[in-house]
Protein backbone atom coordinates (compact mmCIF):
# COMPACT_ATOMS: atom_id res chain seq x y z
CA UNK A 1 0.00 0.00 0.00
CA UNK A 2 2.03 2.99 -1.33
CA UNK A 3 -0.39 5.46 -0.01
CA UNK A 4 -0.43 8.81 -2.31
CA UNK A 5 2.18 9.29 -4.56
CA UNK A 6 3.69 12.48 -6.14
CA UNK A 7 6.07 12.74 -8.67
CA UNK A 8 8.74 14.48 -9.40
CA UNK A 9 9.90 15.64 -6.44
CA UNK A 10 11.53 19.02 -7.49
CA UNK A 11 11.21 20.67 -10.95
CA UNK A 12 12.35 23.85 -12.58
CA UNK A 13 10.62 25.42 -15.63
CA UNK A 14 11.45 28.30 -17.34
CA UNK A 15 8.65 30.88 -18.02
CA UNK A 16 5.97 29.71 -20.67
CA UNK A 17 7.06 25.97 -20.55
CA UNK A 18 3.96 23.53 -19.48
CA UNK A 19 4.41 20.56 -17.39
CA UNK A 20 2.11 17.91 -15.47
CA UNK A 21 2.45 16.78 -12.07
CA UNK A 22 1.77 13.31 -11.30
CA UNK A 23 -0.25 11.82 -8.19
CA UNK A 24 -1.89 8.16 -7.82
CA UNK A 25 -3.48 6.88 -4.61
CA UNK A 26 -3.98 3.58 -4.35
CA UNK A 27 -6.50 3.85 -1.19
CA UNK A 28 -9.33 3.43 -3.66
CA UNK A 29 -10.18 7.02 -2.30
CA UNK A 30 -12.93 9.10 -4.60
CA UNK A 31 -11.99 12.37 -3.39
CA UNK A 32 -8.45 13.92 -4.46
CA UNK A 33 -7.44 17.35 -4.61
CA UNK A 34 -4.39 19.81 -5.18
CA UNK A 35 -3.02 22.28 -2.90
CA UNK A 36 -0.47 24.86 -3.00
CA UNK A 37 1.26 26.05 -0.01
CA UNK A 38 3.45 29.24 0.01
CA UNK A 39 5.50 31.01 2.76
CA UNK A 40 2.63 32.33 5.26
CA UNK A 41 -0.33 31.37 3.19
CA UNK A 42 -0.83 28.12 4.83
CA UNK A 43 -2.70 25.56 2.11
CA UNK A 44 -4.48 27.12 -0.76
CA UNK A 45 -6.75 24.48 -2.81
CA UNK A 46 -6.60 24.12 -6.71
CA UNK A 47 -8.72 21.81 -7.83
CA UNK A 48 -10.53 18.93 -6.76
CA UNK A 49 -12.48 15.39 -7.50
CA UNK A 50 -15.08 13.52 -6.54
CA UNK A 51 -14.82 10.59 -8.77
CA UNK A 52 -13.32 9.83 -12.31
CA UNK A 53 -14.93 12.23 -14.58
CA UNK A 54 -15.84 15.12 -11.84
CA UNK A 55 -13.66 18.09 -11.07
CA UNK A 56 -14.14 21.37 -9.82
CA UNK A 57 -12.45 24.78 -9.10
CA UNK A 58 -10.80 25.74 -5.93
CA UNK A 59 -9.71 28.66 -4.25
CA UNK A 60 -6.56 29.19 -7.38
CA UNK A 61 -7.57 27.70 -10.40
CA UNK A 62 -6.21 30.24 -12.95
CA UNK A 63 -3.14 28.39 -14.60
CA UNK A 64 -4.28 25.12 -14.05
CA UNK A 65 -5.84 22.26 -15.34
CA UNK A 66 -6.76 18.53 -13.98
CA UNK A 67 -8.68 15.58 -14.88
CA UNK A 68 -9.96 12.31 -13.74
CA UNK A 69 -10.10 9.83 -15.92
CA UNK A 70 -9.57 6.70 -13.46
CA UNK A 71 -9.91 6.41 -9.74
CA UNK A 72 -6.71 6.38 -9.08
CA UNK A 73 -5.05 9.44 -10.94
CA UNK A 74 -5.06 12.91 -10.76
CA UNK A 75 -2.60 14.87 -12.48
CA UNK A 76 -2.48 18.97 -12.36
CA UNK A 77 -1.17 20.34 -15.81
CA UNK A 78 0.75 23.93 -15.75
CA UNK A 79 -0.38 25.00 -19.32
CA UNK A 80 2.21 28.02 -19.43
CA UNK A 81 4.08 28.38 -16.11
CA UNK A 82 5.31 31.54 -14.83
CA UNK A 83 7.18 32.89 -11.75
CA UNK A 84 3.68 33.40 -9.70
CA UNK A 85 3.39 29.12 -9.80
CA UNK A 86 6.75 29.19 -8.11
CA UNK A 87 5.70 26.84 -5.04
CA UNK A 88 5.12 23.10 -3.36
CA UNK A 89 2.14 21.56 -4.97
CA UNK A 90 0.90 18.67 -2.87
CA UNK A 91 -2.05 16.36 -3.81
CA UNK A 92 -4.16 14.78 -1.04
CA UNK A 93 -6.66 11.75 -1.48
CA UNK A 94 -9.73 10.81 0.98
CA UNK A 95 -12.92 9.13 1.25
CA UNK A 96 -15.85 11.87 0.85
CA UNK A 97 -17.47 10.79 4.28
CA UNK A 98 -16.42 14.39 6.28
CA UNK A 99 -14.89 12.28 9.17
CA UNK A 100 -12.24 10.54 6.75
CA UNK A 101 -8.48 11.87 7.49
CA UNK A 102 -6.82 13.63 3.91
CA UNK A 103 -4.23 11.56 3.38
CA UNK A 104 -1.40 13.40 1.21
CA UNK A 105 1.49 12.89 -0.77
CA UNK A 106 5.26 13.91 -0.07
CA UNK A 107 4.90 16.87 -2.45
CA UNK A 108 6.67 18.58 -5.61
CA UNK A 109 8.76 21.14 -5.30
CA UNK A 110 8.50 23.59 -8.41
CA UNK A 111 10.73 26.22 -9.54
CA UNK A 112 9.54 28.66 -12.28
CA UNK A 113 12.36 30.86 -13.50
CA UNK B 1 -19.41 28.26 5.05
CA UNK B 2 -16.92 27.57 7.31
CA UNK B 3 -13.81 29.01 8.64
CA UNK B 4 -10.66 27.72 10.92
CA UNK B 5 -8.19 30.19 12.63
CA UNK B 6 -4.90 29.33 14.05
CA UNK B 7 -3.92 32.47 16.43
CA UNK B 8 -0.27 32.49 16.20
CA UNK B 9 1.96 31.60 13.03
CA UNK B 10 4.24 31.11 15.07
CA UNK B 11 5.55 29.23 19.06
CA UNK B 12 8.77 28.82 20.29
CA UNK B 13 8.81 26.95 22.93
CA UNK B 14 11.77 25.09 25.16
CA UNK B 15 12.53 21.61 25.30
CA UNK B 16 10.35 19.89 27.53
CA UNK B 17 7.58 22.83 28.11
CA UNK B 18 4.17 22.79 27.94
CA UNK B 19 2.86 23.94 24.27
CA UNK B 20 -0.52 24.74 23.54
CA UNK B 21 -1.40 25.80 19.70
CA UNK B 22 -4.72 27.43 19.42
CA UNK B 23 -7.16 26.85 16.56
CA UNK B 24 -10.83 28.67 16.20
CA UNK B 25 -13.79 27.37 13.87
CA UNK B 26 -16.98 28.79 12.35
CA UNK B 27 -19.74 26.86 11.05
CA UNK B 28 -23.02 26.97 10.98
CA UNK B 29 -23.50 23.08 11.06
CA UNK B 30 -21.59 20.29 12.99
CA UNK B 31 -18.05 19.75 12.48
CA UNK B 32 -15.90 16.96 12.25
CA UNK B 33 -12.24 18.58 13.36
CA UNK B 34 -8.45 17.79 12.48
CA UNK B 35 -5.05 18.49 13.51
CA UNK B 36 -2.20 17.52 11.02
CA UNK B 37 0.93 17.87 11.11
CA UNK B 38 4.16 18.60 8.34
CA UNK B 39 7.41 17.77 9.60
CA UNK B 40 10.27 19.32 7.38
CA UNK B 41 10.33 18.58 3.59
CA UNK B 42 7.49 16.63 4.14
CA UNK B 43 3.55 16.30 3.05
CA UNK B 44 1.02 16.59 6.06
CA UNK B 45 -0.39 13.76 8.26
CA UNK B 46 -2.74 13.10 10.61
CA UNK B 47 -2.22 13.72 14.25
CA UNK B 48 -5.66 13.22 15.69
CA UNK B 49 -9.45 14.12 14.72
CA UNK B 50 -12.44 14.68 16.59
CA UNK B 51 -15.45 13.00 15.55
CA UNK B 52 -18.11 12.62 18.53
CA UNK B 53 -18.02 11.49 21.99
CA UNK B 54 -15.33 12.38 24.17
CA UNK B 55 -14.00 16.30 23.76
CA UNK B 56 -10.96 15.33 25.05
CA UNK B 57 -9.13 13.59 22.12
CA UNK B 58 -5.50 11.93 22.07
CA UNK B 59 -3.20 11.06 19.05
CA UNK B 60 0.09 10.21 18.47
CA UNK B 61 3.12 11.39 19.63
CA UNK B 62 1.74 12.68 23.14
CA UNK B 63 -0.49 15.33 21.89
CA UNK B 64 -3.71 15.78 22.87
CA UNK B 65 -6.49 18.48 22.20
CA UNK B 66 -10.14 19.83 23.21
CA UNK B 67 -13.02 20.23 21.25
CA UNK B 68 -14.98 23.30 22.91
CA UNK B 69 -18.18 23.66 21.42
CA UNK B 70 -19.64 26.94 23.20
CA UNK B 71 -16.09 28.32 22.53
CA UNK B 72 -16.00 27.15 19.40
CA UNK B 73 -12.08 25.91 19.34
CA UNK B 74 -9.90 22.81 19.20
CA UNK B 75 -6.77 23.51 20.47
CA UNK B 76 -3.71 21.37 20.91
CA UNK B 77 -1.44 20.30 23.58
CA UNK B 78 1.42 18.83 24.62
CA UNK B 79 2.89 18.14 28.12
CA UNK B 80 6.16 18.33 27.40
CA UNK B 81 7.85 18.80 23.95
CA UNK B 82 11.07 17.69 22.12
CA UNK B 83 13.00 19.04 19.68
CA UNK B 84 11.47 16.25 17.62
CA UNK B 85 8.49 18.24 17.64
CA UNK B 86 9.49 20.75 15.61
CA UNK B 87 6.87 21.47 12.64
CA UNK B 88 4.25 23.00 11.14
CA UNK B 89 0.45 22.53 12.63
CA UNK B 90 -2.16 22.69 11.01
CA UNK B 91 -6.07 22.54 12.20
CA UNK B 92 -8.79 21.75 9.45
CA UNK B 93 -12.17 21.27 9.64
CA UNK B 94 -14.99 19.43 7.30
CA UNK B 95 -18.63 19.99 7.63
CA UNK B 96 -20.98 17.03 8.72
CA UNK B 97 -23.46 17.95 6.66
CA UNK B 98 -22.55 19.23 2.62
CA UNK B 99 -19.21 20.46 1.65
CA UNK B 100 -16.98 17.54 1.52
CA UNK B 101 -13.94 19.80 0.83
CA UNK B 102 -12.02 20.41 4.22
CA UNK B 103 -10.70 24.33 5.10
CA UNK B 104 -7.16 24.65 6.78
CA UNK B 105 -6.42 27.05 8.53
CA UNK B 106 -3.00 29.00 8.07
CA UNK B 107 -0.86 26.29 10.19
CA UNK B 108 1.04 27.04 13.51
CA UNK B 109 4.85 26.94 13.33
CA UNK B 110 6.12 25.24 16.36
CA UNK B 111 9.90 25.72 17.07
CA UNK B 112 11.20 23.57 19.91
CA UNK B 113 14.50 25.00 20.98
CA UNK B 114 17.18 22.99 23.52
Known amino acids: NAGVTQTPKFQVLKTGQSMTLQCAQD?????MSWYRQDPGMGLRLIHY???????DQGEVPNGYNVSRSTTEDFPLRLLSAAPSQTSVYFC????????????FGPGTRLTVL | AQSVTQLDSQVPVFEEAPVELRCNYSSSVSVYLFWYVQYPNQGLQLLLKYLSGSTLVKGINGFEAEFNKSQTSFHLRKPSVHISDTAEYFCAVRSSGGSYIPTFGRGTSLIVHP
Open chain 1, 49 to 55: SVGAGIT
Open chain 1, 27 to 31: MNHEY
Open chain 1, 92 to 103: ASSFVAPSDTQY
